[in-house]
């Protein structure tokens, strides 16, 4: 483990475990930034939360299609699809529709 280089333990992760039918899976890239801008947003006002909330909104999207899209099992991907509605009913009550 210590001679592994640092994209070998990121792929690693995102295999996730077990290998035969994942369950646990290290964020991927839009996940982090998600996660990133969620925290951001909530310690900051004006417009760094707003820019904060627009990023959350675009990553989490970019996870949930990859999910849909991608996803290793179907589990996966019902997620991917669930946090796909939850991004446009979460923006549709922000924009008053």
Sequence with gaps: MANSSIRELWDRGQRGWPKEAPIAQFPNAPLLAAIGAWLLG????GAVNEAASALFYVALSCFAWWEVTDGVNTGR????GAVLLFVVVSLAGKLGA
């Design 42 to 45: 909530h310690f900051t006002s």
């Design 77 to 80: 991907r019902v997620m991917g």
